[in-house]
């Protein structure tokens, strides 16, 4: 069982930066897949970014150019870099760690981080 804890969150103004970090614990980092997702209110969750085990990257098309998600295998650490925030960028931001040794593969997820963008 892992266990995922974000933080990072907060009111930045359109055009401002944020850095979200989620911690794992409780697992072997190394073995999951990590991601991203963001829900709106009165929306579903929608995926944002994710990162394999060996470091490639997937990005929604919103996102490109903008966002960064990377991860640190010492730290057992997943960041979001955001960058030039737009108010359709809020939202609650969960972590998510996918083991992909399980058949199915089981996801584990954050509490999530508020994002607020707005002037």
């Known amino acids: 069982q892992a266990q995922l804890v974000e933080s990072g969150g907060g009111l930045v103004q359109p055009g401002g930066s944020l850095r979200l970090s989620c911690v794992v614990s409780?697992?072997?980092?190394?073995?999951?897949?990590m991601g991203w997702y963001r829900q709106a209110p009165g929306k579903q969750r929608d995926l944002v970014a994710t990162?394999?085990?060996?470091?490639?990257?997937n990005y929604a098309d919103s996102v490109k150019g903008r966002f960064t998600i990377s991860r640190d295998n010492a730290k057992n650490t997943v960041y979001l870099q955001m960058n030039s925030l737009k108010p359709e960028d809020t939202a609650v931001y969960y972590c998510?760690?996918?083991?992909?040794?399980?058949?199915?593969?089981?996801?584990?997820w954050g509490q999530g981080t508020q994002v607020t963008v707005s002037s």
């Open positions: 998510n760690a996918r083991d992909i040794r399980t058949v199915p593969h089981t996801d584990y």
């Open positions: 990162v394999t085990t060996g470091g490639s990257t």
């Open positions: 409780g697992s072997i980092f190394s073995y999951y897949y």
